[in-house]
């Protein structure tokens, strides 16, 4: 990383903030070697004794990316009845459709997909789109995860099987991040504003349930597998290639059309940085990239030419029913932030003194916000 990252710092030795964070705590929760083997086989253990005498072990939210799929792979070889959940918010690549199929038909896994009403995830896109929000990307992982945790609870299903590692994701600064993307109250309020309606036939995650169940009951287990493994992206690509003719899309999240653009334009023009950024520089860190090898790719443009852009600006303000004047509009005109909606991070942060005071669970509520 570098000063495009407003929040770093560096120490007298010229070390950066997001460095020496690795080495001093993230690091030692990666597991690696006999200490993720035996953390791997605790989880396994833990997964099949829940899932004895049901139909699955635990479920997946397969986007079709590098790391639920491999996540997926891993799974299949450690023995665990998956289920796979995959939601259609309408952006697929025609590529990610594939290797979802290749994935499932390929390692025998079951799976759901739920379809999002095009006519309503298209003003919710827009509606985020119009608000300008650094987090463009909230309407599509909101409802990922809420079909997701809304399927898991309605059948039951305690362990969901996350795709998050740190080899890959250890640098992204809280500035880039954006909004808190499971915040139903966030996205009711941005839909309210520009379309003057209520929100409806939208998968939606309450705030309120989601936090607190993840905080105080064991109703559903997050398990990070990936963080107990010696995971590397371009080892995984090779095996994913081999063993389900895994097709690259190129970039981190590019299985998405509207995350690619969200990644490659949208942040670039409306907020000045390269997200790509804080992906190489995640390897980098985690000694998966060659600093040499992180310049060489960092110097080359995004897009390969100013045909490829603009064919990608057709593509957004025609899928999102708009004229290219009015997507270069919303382009030029100021951003909002959270603070111009209501959000249950907002009311959340008002009321952590009493949680912390009713709760006693000071730390881990405040994790929510870090």
């Not at 390269?274 to 990239?289: C, F, M, N, P, Q």
Request: glycine fraction near 6%; charge should be positive; charged fraction near 30%.
């Amino acid at each position: 990383m570098d000063s495009s990252d407003p929040d770093i710092t560096f120490n007298e030795q010229g070390v950066c903030n997001w460095c020496t964070r690795y080495d001093n705590e993230l690091s030692k929760l990666w597991l690696k070697g006999e200490a993720g083997k035996a953390r791997l086989d605790e989880w396994v253990k833990e997964i099949k004794d829940f899932g004895k005498d049901k139909e699955y072990d635990c479920i997946l939210g397969l986007s079709g990316g590098i790391d639920s799929s491999y996540l997926a792979y891993l799974g299949t070889k450690l023995g665990l009845r998956m289920l796979a959940v995959h939601v259609d918010a309408g952006w697929n690549s025609e590529l990610a459709v594939q290797n979802i199929q290749n994935i499932c038909s390929k390692l025998k896994i079951d799976l759901i997909t739920e379809v999002v009403d095009w006519s309503v995830m298209r003003k919710v896109q827009l509606a985020f789109f119009r608000s300008g929000m650094v987090n463009q990307d909230v309407p599509q992982d909101h409802a990922f995860f809420a079909a997701l945790y809304n399927y898991a609870r309605k059948n039951k299903i305690k362990y969901v099987l996350n795709g998050y590692n740190i080899a890959t994701e250890n640098s992204l600064p809280l500035t880039w991040r954006g909004e808190y993307a499971m915040d139903d109250i966030l996205v009711r309020s941005v839909y309210k504003r520009y379309f003057k309606k209520r929100l409806k036939n939208f998968p939606l995650l309450n705030y309120w349930n989601f936090n607190m169940t993840n905080i105080f009951s064991k109703e559903y287990v997050i398990v990070d597998l990936l963080n107990c493994i010696d995971f590397s992206k371009e080892e995984a690509l090779k095996t994913l290639a081999k063993e389900v003719d895994y097709k690259d899309y190129g970039g981190k999240h590019n299985e998405s059309r509207f995350t690619k653009f969200h990644q490659n334009y949208f942040l670039v023009r409306k907020h000045g940085f390269e997200k790509r950024r804080a992906h190489i520089a995640s390897l980098v860190i985690s000694g998966l990239l060659e600093r040499d090898k992180a310049r060489e790719i960092l110097s080359k443009p995004i897009y390969n030419n100013l045909q490829e852009e603009k064919e990608e600006v057709e593509y957004i303000a025609k899928k999102l029913g708009i004229s290219e004047e009015e997507f270069h509009q919303i382009m030029a005109a100021p951003a909002l932030t959270i603070d111009d909606f209501k959000s249950g991070q907002k009311m959340h942060k008002k009321l952590l003194p009493y949680l912390n005071s009713f709760f006693k669970a000071g730390s881990k509520v405040k994790r929510l916000f870090k």
